[in-house]
């Protein structure tokens, strides 16, 4: 099955700097990339997500880039801000009919220190 | 639109008992899942469902058991709790239509096994 590898576990950074996330995965048939945020005690929220057949994607502060060759893709969030502060998970999945079983990675703190 | 629920949030078993928890949605989704959550594990799929009346097993099914009698409902049941299944058990949904691919995560559900 899928294995989704996930780096850095925990991650600081000054606000305003940016914050980068990587992530690889084994199977070579995944084509669905999503970045989760879950804040302390709360669900996990989307963020961003992608599809195999794009390179990065964009939306407002956070983007997400893809290299199929490698098998790894990133989060990347700029000008970071207190609330970015949360626990995120990347996943993978192979898209089936609109099913999307997802295997996520080990999650990411990320703490924005002001 | 109360999206997600799940009942109860917090539960304590003793060893050997059994329960079920509840996952209810009200977005006419066709896919459900449940995961369960353990520190530095990240989400991990017990079992999932593509439609009412139909269940499979994830990455962990083993001491769980699913029934998606009802199109919003999905129940996961522990037929004789182990404090291995210490856990917060998250229940999703998915529209299951192309285009449409964010899983949409309920509140969980804190238990813990004695």
């Known amino acids: 099955g899928e294995n989704v590898e996930q780096h850095p576990s925990t991650l600081s950074v000054q606000e305003g700097d940016s914050a980068v996330i990587k992530c690889t995965y084994s199977?070579?048939?995944?084509?669905?990339f999503p970045w989760y945020k879950q804040e302390l005690g709360k669900r996990p929220q989307l963020i961003i997500d992608?599809?195999?057949?794009?390179g990065e994607k964009k939306d407002q502060r956070i983007a997400v880039t893809l290299n199929k060759t490698a098998k790894h893709f990133s989060l990347h969030i700029t000008e970071t801000q207190p609330e970015d502060s949360a626990v995120y998970f990347c996943?993978?999945?192979?898209?089936?009919?609109?099913?999307?079983?997802?295997?996520f990675g080990t999650g990411t703190r990320l703490t924005i220190i002001p | 639109n109360a999206g997600v629920t799940q009942t109860p949030k917090f539960r304590v078993l003793k060893t050997g008992q059994s329960m079920t928890l509840l996952c209810a949605q009200d977005?006419?989704?066709?896919?459900m899942y449940w995961y369960r959550q353990d520190p530095g594990m990240g989400l991990r799929l017990i079992h999932y469902?593509?439609?009412?009346?139909?269940?499979a097993k994830g990455e962990v099914p083993d001491g769980y058991n699913v029934s998606r009698l009802k199109k919003q409902n999905f129940l996961l049941g522990l037929e004789s709790a182990a404090p291995s299944q210490t856990s917060v058990y998250f229940c999703?949904?998915?529209?299951?239509?192309?285009?449409?691919?964010?899983?949409?995560f309920g509140p969980g559900t804190r238990l813990t096994v004695l």
């Open positions: 999703a949904s998915l529209l299951g239509a192309s285009g449409h691919n964010e899983q949409f």
């Open positions: 469902s593509v439609g009412e009346g139909t269940t």
């Open positions: 199977d070579s048939a995944s084509n669905y």
């Open positions: 996943a993978a999945s192979i898209s089936n009919f609109g099913n999307e079983k997802l295997t």
């Open positions: 977005m006419n989704h066709e896919y």
């Open positions: 992608i599809r195999s057949n794009v």
